[in-house]
């Protein structure tokens, strides 16, 4: 796995800390984030067109907006190793 570290928050305490990173080989995109408060949660699968709760295997995460541009970085480095 060649996962590539992106950007972490800047904003961060390094004990809280939204994070991403890229895995170009598994064409994929990694995000550490804040867990919801059950309200929130449950109002996402509430609204979700997936069948059921989310499952153990997933998780919903908050990520701040200030990391955008860090999400599109990683998600232009997954991209661009799709086109070789």
Do not use: Y
Not at 3 to 10: H, L, Q, R, S, Y
Not at 61 to 73: G, K, L, Q, T, Y
């Amino acid at each position: 796995m060649s996962v590539e570290f992106v950007g972490i928050d800047p904003n961060t305490d390094r004990d809280h800390c939204p994070t991403v990173w890229a895995d170009a080989e598994a064409q994929e995109v990694l995000l550490q984030g804040w867990k919801p408060d059950t309200g929130t949660h449950a109002q996402c699968e509430a609204t979700s067109p997936a069948n059921g709760p989310v499952p153990d295997t997933e998780a919903i995460i908050r990520i701040p907006a200030r990391m955008i541009p860090m999400i599109r970085e990683a998600c232009d480095a997954v991209e661009r190793a799709q086109l070789r």
